[in-house]
Structures are given as structure tokens and as C-alpha cells.
């Protein structure tokens, strides 16, 4: 590490913050390479450097690993982060959650953090189906479903609308290779989280009407 990076800072983003923050190199290390490329008589010599910085948040401690390419072989430079930056946590909330949620939330998030938008979108709508299936069973297509959960007290009207358009966007994904943006992924989790958690709130209302004392009645 030289001495004009000793104690630069950055602003990166930060994983654990959910935002840019301002970030202290810890370290960097420098890796020049060249290679040879094409037939001999037009033959080209490639180089490339790659600096590896590790960097610390100085609000939280989280470290982060950054990759930076400069190669002759690539029109732009490349910059990678390890791990990826992510635009969200699973919720914590979602321990209570039956087992199969958990697990496929846990897959549906890794996707989210790879950046993998389409199979997050599909995990996404995967979650509502396994959603209603547990809570009306298979009574149908996805429009049915939804009926029923409104008959049934689990979504309103307008949540109903709300959460029509999330079931689409995961069908795009599926079936006509939609890539959306990562608003548009986000707005999605937003809707199929808020959907899930009336499992969590509906085992924690009962768990509350079970502790809290009943009304003495007055005898006349």
C-alpha cells in the first residue's frame, strides 16, 4: 500500500448501510499482466492492470472487496465488488415464516444480490403461488387464486390490484425474457413482502389475543 493511499477515503456503497457512505482503503495491491494475441506477422500486445482495494464503511466496519480492470483488450474500464452491492435485506421477520418460505426466499434473495433481475422476478412470483396455495390451496389459475383471497380476508381490493401487476412482471420475466430494472424488482419485493408478512402479523395477532387477559365480567 502506498503512501497516497494510506487512509484515502471513498465514497462506495455499503451492503449493511443500504447506501453510499464514506469508505477508508485498508489496502490495494497492483497486478500487471500482458499477453500476446492474433498471428505472428500481426501479432498485438495486450496489457492489463488489475488494482484489488479492500475498503472499510466507516459507519458500519463492513468490508468490501473491489475489482478494477484496465486492459487494453476491453473499451471501457471494469469494476467489480465483492460481495456484489445489494439493494436490500431479507427481512428479518421472515424466521417466522413456515420452512419453505424461508428456503425460497433465501434463493429468491441470492438471486436479487447477484443481480440476476429475471430469476428474482420469477422467485418473486413463486412466492405468491406458494403463498396461496398454502393459504386457499390450488383452487385454480392465478386470477382465481387471487378472487379467492379477497373472499377469504387475506387481500383487499386494492391490494389486489396492487399485487396484479407484480404477478405479471414475474410472468414477463418467465415468458417473454423481460428484464426489468432494479426499481422495478424493488417495487415487486416491496408488494410480495408486504403480502407475506400477513402470515407473520396473523401468527402474532393470535399469539397476542392468547396473552393478554380477558375482560373480568361484572356480576350484577
Not at 160 to 170: C, D, F, S
Not at 178 to 198: A, C
Request: neutral net charge.
Amino acid at each position: 500500500m502506498t503512501a497516497d493511499q494510506e487512509n484515502k477515503v471513498e465514497w462506495v456503497h455499503c451492503n449493511q448501510c443500504l447506501r453510499q457512505t464514506r469508505q477508508e482503503v485498508v489496502t490495494a495491491r497492483v497486478l500487471r499482466q500482458s499477453e500476446e494475441v492474433g498471428a505472428e506477422e500481426d501479432r498485438l500486445l495486450l496489457q492489463s492492470v488489475t488494482t484489488f482495494t479492500v475498503l472499510e464503511c466507516r459507519g458500519c466496519g463492513c468490508m468490501t472487496l473491489r475489482r478494477g480492470v484496465v486492459s487494453d483488450a476491453y473499451e471501457a474500464d471494469e469494476t467489480t465488488f465483492y460481495p456484489p452491492p445489494i439493494s436490500r435485506h431479507i427481512p428479518r421477520w421472515h424466521y417466522d415464516l413456515p420452512s419453505e418460505f424461508q428456503s425460497l426466499m433465501k434463493e429468491l434473495y441470492a438471486a436479487l444480490h447477484a443481480d440476476s433481475r429475471r430469476l428474482a422476478l420469477m422467485g418473486a412470483r413463486a412466492l405468491v403461488d406458494l403463498f396461496m396455495n398454502v393459504t386457499i390451496g390450488d383452487v385454480g389459475g392465478f386470477r382465481t387464486k387471487l378472487g379467492k383471497l379477497v373472499a377469504d380476508g387475506y387481500l383487499s381490493n386494492r391490494n389486489q390490484e396492487i399485487l396484479e401487476p407484480a404477478l405479471e412482471a414475474g410472468h414477463a420475466a418467465t415468458h417473454r425474457a423481460h428484464n426489468p430494472t432494479l426499481d422495478d424488482v424493488s417495487l415487486v419485493f416491496d408488494i410480495v413482502e408486504n403480502l407475506l408478512q400477513t402470515l407473520v402479523l396473523k401468527k402474532r395477532v393470535e399469539d397476542l389475543r392468547k396473552r393478554t387477559p380477558k375482560r373480568q365480567q361484572i356480576q350484577p
